[in-house]
């Protein structure tokens, strides 16, 4: 396939050198602008020679709030040669709780200052990975033996029953739609057609999204047997982990347990299982660009319906659910649905890996009752706010849920409960923002990532976003005017309306939200020239 064999050509050569590309063209009759027209679209391809040294730095939300550029302008003012050290600033790596971030020479380094950037620089990193540590909802004492595939494959535990357990225990997929679980399996499985695949979306790239990260590092094994639970419901020949090459760790994670369950006789009559390695973009998240990745060409989202369950991967019938989904399956699967019934708070229903990063003490990723509330969330496990930051901004479950301000803070972390705040759970991705920051300027970099991880292919997301970044940063140096605001009222649901994925449709939250709640704030900018919080460069305090 196109993309496995562009990658092969880079891990040659280092990049995709044209004489490379021609050859492979000629060797295979792919037509050259098909091979460019793949290779420019991803950022994981190069199409130059690779420095010494390669730093992508994250300038994302958690990272942008740690002084992320001022160690981008720092490295760049350093001024050595490209051949030597190439910096860019790139969107979120996955690694929140551990900012500033970036990738090496495509290996992750966390915590960094202008100290240990330099370091990193002169001697760059190799992969570390940290001991797993059991998950709270694993069934297994030790070593998953993976019986409950076993019984389902073997006929003891019927498939319809699966189905029922996961529908009783309203299980929702914890990717960001909140679509039932079991519905899907259900849909899925009555779907026309002999072949069929499943597919685990591993693809967290949302701003403050590390979850699935987390999960894939410490109970592997629980996905995997969730895809093998969910391929055998279906009637799937095939399952597919599609992981976004920026982690490392976790695909070791998986291959290992995937390797042990295969060397030890475990997985005797089961479908194939591979790890696709994402050649990178946010828009590869979207369920169907991910298909299109996996067919060898641009991640771009197709017009649905139909639907993946229907048509999904080379048109036939595909499962797609994420990390925390196929395990959270697993787990219900093995305690009952009574034991995850009984679990959660203020309507809420079952266990939730939640990632909390931002202006706390305790980043990182928790398993907690879903409906804990936001204030309850940030006090009983990330222990508070940093001292002498009080609680500013929220953002309840990544760039996508938009801001809430403090007074909102007993909001339950919960589908509806959300929803009805305007606002959703998302991608379980919770930023804590303390005083001293400015609205306007996190705003503008949330908007910035969606404009740079927009996929082009639709004018209302393409066009929209830029626009939507100009407004906002030219009221960030004072510009503006009345009118912006009455160009925004038509924008916004314009792009909700008639954009083709929800990156286009929920591009906008950032900046109406931060203007629905700090009005004033915002408006300050250009109206009267001043950024109440001195961040943003209007001129004045």
């Given at each position: 396939?196109l993309?496995?064999?562009?990658?092969q050509?880079?891990?040659?050569?280092?990049?995709?050198?044209?004489?490379e590309i021609r050859?492979?063209?000629d060797?295979?009759?792919?037509p050259?602008?098909?091979i460019?027209a793949?290779?420019s679209?991803?950022p994981?391809?190069?199409?130059?020679p690779?420095p010494r040294?390669?730093?992508?730095?994250?300038?994302?939300?958690?990272?942008?709030m740690?002084?992320?550029?001022?160690?981008?302008?720092?490295v760049?003012a350093?001024?050595r040669?490209?051949?030597e050290?190439?910096?860019?600033?790139c969107s979120?790596?996955?690694?929140c709780?551990?900012?500033p971030?970036a990738?090496?020479?495509?290996?992750?380094?966390?915590h960094l200052?202008?100290?240990?950037?330099?370091g990193?620089?002169?001697e760059?990193?190799?992969?570390?990975?940290p001991?797993a540590?059991k998950?709270g909802?694993?069934?297994y004492?030790?070593?998953s033996d993976?019986r409950?595939w076993?019984?389902?494959?073997?006929?003891e535990?019927p498939?319809?029953?699966?189905?029922?357990?996961?529908?009783?225990?309203a299980?929702?997929g914890?990717?960001?739609?909140?679509?039932p679980?079991?519905?899907?399996?259900?849909?899925?499985?009555g779907?026309?057609g002999?072949v069929?695949?499943v597919?685990?979306?591993?693809?967290e790239s949302?701003?403050?999204t590390?979850?699935?990260r987390?999960?894939l590092e410490?109970?592997?094994?629980l996905?995997?047997?969730?895809?093998?639970?969910?391929?055998?419901?279906?009637g799937a020949?095939e399952?597919?982990?599609?992981?976004?090459?920026?982690?490392?760790?976790p695909?070791?994670?998986?291959?290992?347990e995937?390797?042990?369950?295969?060397?030890?006789g475990?997985?005797?009559?089961?479908?194939?299982v591979?790890i696709?390695?994402?050649?990178g973009?946010?828009i590869c998240g979207e369920?169907?660009?991910?298909?299109?990745?996996l067919?060898g060409?641009r991640?771009?989202?197709?017009n649905?319906?139909?639907?993946?369950?229907?048509?999904?991967?080379?048109?036939r019938?595909?499962l797609?659910?994420?990390?925390e989904?196929?395990?959270?399956?697993?787990?219900?699967?093995?305690?009952?649905?009574?034991?995850?019934?009984s679990q959660?708070r203020?309507?809420?229903?079952?266990p939730k890996?939640?990632?909390l990063?931002g202006?706390?003490n305790r980043?990182?990723v928790y398993?907690?009752p879903?409906g804990?509330?936001?204030r309850?969330?940030?006090e009983e496990?990330g222990?508070g706010?940093?001292?002498g930051?009080?609680?500013?901004?929220?953002?309840?479950?990544?760039?996508?849920?938009g801001?809430?301000?403090?007074?909102?803070?007993?909001?339950?972390l919960?589908?509806?409960?959300l929803?009805?705040?305007?606002?959703?759970?998302?991608?379980?991705?919770?930023?804590?923002i303390?005083?001293?920051?400015c609205?306007?300027?996190?705003?503008l970099?949330?908007?910035?990532?969606?404009?740079?991880?927009?996929?082009?292919?639709?004018?209302?997301?393409?066009?929209?976003?830029?626009?939507?970044?100009?407004?906002?940063?030219?009221?960030?140096?004072?510009r503006?005017?009345?009118?912006?605001?009455?160009?925004?009222?038509e924008?916004a649901p314009?792009?909700?309306?008639a954009?083709?994925c929800?990156?286009?449709?929920i591009?906008p939250?950032?900046?109406?939200?931060?203007?629905k709640?700090?009005p004033?704030?915002i408006?300050a900018?250009?109206?009267?020239r001043?950024?109440?919080a001195?961040?943003?460069?209007?001129?004045?305090?």
């Amino acid at each position: 396939m196109l993309i496995d064999d562009l990658k092969q050509i880079q891990a040659r050569c280092g990049f995709l050198p044209e004489e490379e590309i021609r050859a492979y063209s000629d060797r295979t009759n792919t037509p050259l602008y098909q091979i460019q027209a793949v290779a420019s679209f991803y950022p994981h391809f190069r199409l130059e020679p690779p420095p010494r040294v390669e730093v992508h730095l994250c300038t994302d939300l958690k990272c942008h709030m740690r002084g992320a550029d001022a160690l981008l302008d720092a490295v760049r003012a350093l001024g050595r040669s490209p051949e030597e050290l190439q910096i860019h600033p790139c969107s979120c790596l996955g690694q929140c709780d551990g900012g500033p971030a970036a990738l090496i020479n495509d290996v992750p380094a966390r915590h960094l200052d202008l100290e240990s950037l330099l370091g990193l620089i002169e001697e760059p990193p190799s992969l570390v990975f940290p001991e797993a540590r059991k998950v709270g909802i694993d069934p297994y004492p030790g070593a998953s033996d993976y019986r409950l595939w076993r019984s389902v494959h073997q006929g003891e535990r019927p498939a319809e029953q699966v189905i029922a357990d996961l529908k009783e225990s309203a299980l929702r997929g914890m990717g960001g739609a909140g679509f039932p679980a079991g519905t899907k399996w259900e849909l899925v499985r009555g779907a026309a057609g002999a072949v069929k695949y499943v597919v685990c979306n591993a693809d967290e790239s949302e701003p403050g999204t590390i979850k699935d990260r987390h999960i894939l590092e410490n109970a592997p094994h629980l996905v995997l047997e969730g895809m093998l639970l969910g391929a055998e419901v279906v009637g799937a020949g095939e399952a597919i982990l599609y992981l976004r090459h920026e982690y490392p760790g976790p695909r070791l994670a998986f291959a290992r347990e995937l390797e042990r369950a295969e060397r030890a006789g475990l997985l005797a009559g089961a479908p194939r299982v591979r790890i696709f390695d994402s050649p990178g973009g946010y828009i590869c998240g979207e369920e169907t660009a991910l298909l299109e990745a996996l067919e060898g060409r641009r991640a771009e989202p197709r017009n649905k319906p139909p639907f993946p369950g229907t048509h999904g991967l080379w048109a036939r019938p595909t499962l797609i659910n994420n990390v925390e989904t196929f395990a959270l399956a697993t787990a219900i699967l093995a305690h009952g649905v009574e034991w995850y019934s009984s679990q959660g708070r203020h309507g809420g229903t079952g266990p939730k890996f939640l990632g909390l990063s931002g202006d706390v003490n305790r980043p990182g990723v928790y398993e907690v009752p879903l409906g804990i509330t936001l204030r309850d969330f940030i006090e009983e496990y990330g222990g508070g706010m940093l001292p002498g930051r009080e609680l500013y901004a929220l953002s309840p479950g990544g760039a996508s849920s938009g801001f809430l301000p403090p007074s909102m803070a007993d909001t339950p972390l919960e589908f509806r409960a959300l929803a009805q705040v305007g606002s959703m759970l998302g991608s379980g991705a919770v930023v804590a923002i303390g005083t001293g920051h400015c609205i306007l300027d996190l705003s503008l970099n949330l908007l910035r990532f969606f404009k740079n991880e927009s996929c082009g292919k639709c004018v209302p997301c393409r066009v929209g976003t830029e626009k939507l970044l100009r407004m906002a940063d030219g009221w960030r140096h004072g510009r503006g005017s009345e009118a912006d605001l009455e160009v925004l009222e038509e924008l916004a649901p314009a792009m909700a309306d008639a954009s083709i994925c929800g990156l286009g449709q929920i591009a906008p939250a950032p900046l109406t939200s931060a203007l629905k709640y700090w009005p004033d704030e915002i408006l300050a900018h250009f109206r009267e020239r001043r950024c109440p919080a001195g961040v943003c460069p209007v001129g004045g305090g």
